[in-house]
């Protein structure tokens, strides 16, 4: 997939949720999370490649799946910034 397929499957797969805010609270957490990866990564911090940063955004969008299919409870954003 292209770059360009990428970002439009990812605003495709936000619109579906944009109106739940725990879920937007984490799909939130998984981007932060990846991009300080990559900035690290890029100032030779860690070693962690395209295809890992990948795999965590896929991860992160199944996990949002999952949630829209009542598989998992994901955490209000109460108990999110009592967890942090």
């Known amino acids: 997939m292209s770059t360009l397929q990428l970002n439009s499957e990812l605003y495709r797969q936000l619109s579906y949720i944009a109106d739940d805010e725990d879920c937007m609270q984490k799909v939130l957490r998984a981007v932060k999370r990846i991009a300080a990866n990559k900035t690290a990564s890029m100032t030779g911090n860690t ?22 299919q009542g598989k998992v409870e994901l955490l209000s954003a109460e108990n999110l910034l009592d967890e942090l």
């Open 47 to 68: 070693s962690r490649t395209k295809k890992q940063l990948t795999h965590d955004l896929e991860e992160a969008l199944a996990e949002v799946e999952a949630y829209k």
